[in-house]
Structure formats: C-alpha cells, structure tokens
C-alpha cells in the first residue's frame, strides 16, 4: 500500500514537472514569435538586402498633401470601378497587376505601404522620389525611372486606391 502511495507521489511530481517544463515552453516560442513579428516592422531604410518594393513600412506617410486618410471596412464597389477605370487609362503603361513591369506591381500594397504614403506617392511623387526614404530606394530598384505624376484628382487617387485594396 504504502509503496503504491509512494509511486503515485511520485508519479504525480513527474507529471507536475513535466507539464510545467512544456508550459514554459510554448511561453518561450510565443515569446519568439512576437518578437520576430516585431522585427518585421521595424523598419530599417538603410537594410541593403531588403528591396523597397517589399519592405514593410506601415508607420512611414510619405510627403505630399495627405495627411490622414481612413478606409471604410467595406469596399466601395463604385469607387472601385472608377478608380480601376483611372488606372488602366492613366497608370498601365508602367503598372501592371500581378506582375513587375517598369513600375512595382501594386497587389497588396497596403500590407506595406500606409494608405496616406500611397495618396501621397500618386500625387507628389517628385517630392516622394526627392525626399521619402522608401520612395528614394524604389527609384533606384527600378534603375532610375521615376514614378510619374499623372495629375490625378485627389478624388481620383482616392478611388485607384480603393482599387488597389482589392487587389491580392
Ligand atoms: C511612366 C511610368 C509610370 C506611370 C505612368 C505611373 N507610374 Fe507609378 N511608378 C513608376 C515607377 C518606375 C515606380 C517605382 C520607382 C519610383 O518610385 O521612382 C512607381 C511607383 C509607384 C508606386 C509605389 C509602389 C510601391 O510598391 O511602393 C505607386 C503606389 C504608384 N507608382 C502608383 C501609380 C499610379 C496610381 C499611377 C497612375 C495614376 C502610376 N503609378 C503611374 C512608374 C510609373
């Protein structure tokens, strides 16, 4: 009797152990992830491996006429339309969706860009190329071609860029 109590202590002081041991575990590996997470947003302008047409930067504005915009959750399908109508008339010379052309490929763009920098890339981009960090390296990842000023609206930029929300 007193034997099996013995073994059951000891088995239960295993067990305990050994939960506490994973328990820390996984708290170290969720430790990590976050961290890692954290790292992908800090954004280093300098980082020479990193291409500017993807690095992350979701804090940057960019310089131009933007300050502050914010997106409805819900898509405007009519911008949308009129903004992809924008688009393929004034920008599909150098932009082409799904693909690399003379410019970037805009497809998920706001999972790098902020929406203010992008309003601000299509309106100003003279300035952005002059004086934005990200907009300086892109010039230089398309071998000098620089962004052109179609002279949009700022309604008009406002619906490309509800377009290029819906863009994966
Ligand atoms: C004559 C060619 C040309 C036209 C036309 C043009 N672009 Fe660009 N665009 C570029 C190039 C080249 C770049 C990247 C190099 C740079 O920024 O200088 C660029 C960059 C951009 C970027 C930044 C992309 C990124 O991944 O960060 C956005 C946004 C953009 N263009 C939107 C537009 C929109 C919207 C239009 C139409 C209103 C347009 N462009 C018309 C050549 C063009």
Not at 34 to 63: F, W
Request: proline share 5%.
């Amino acid at each position: 009797m007193i034997k099996s109590l013995k073994l059951l202590v000891c088995l239960l002081l295993f067990v305990g152990c050994g939960n506490s041991q994973s328990n820390e575990k996984e708290k170290f590996s969720y430790e990590r992830t976050k961290k890692d997470k954290k790292e992908n947003v800090v954004v280093n302008h300098d980082n020479h491996d990193i291409k500017a047409s993807v690095m992350v930067d979701l804090v940057n504005k960019g310089v131009g006429p933007i300050k502050e915009i914010s997106f409805d959750n819900e898509i405007n399908p009519q911008l949308v339309s009129s903004g992809e109508e924008i688009f393929s008339k004034m920008c599909s010379a150098c932009h082409k969706v799904g693909k690399k052309f003379i410019g970037p490929k805009p497809n998920k763009i706001f999972d790098r860009r902020t929406p203010e920098w992008v309003m601000n890339m299509i309106l100003n981009p003279e300035e952005m190329v002059n004086n934005d960090p990200i907009a300086k390296k892109l010039l230089v990842e398309f071998n000098g071609a620089p962004m052109a000023n179609q002279n949009l609206t700022e309604d008009e930029a406002r619906a490309v860029v509800e377009y290029f929300r819906t863009l994966n």
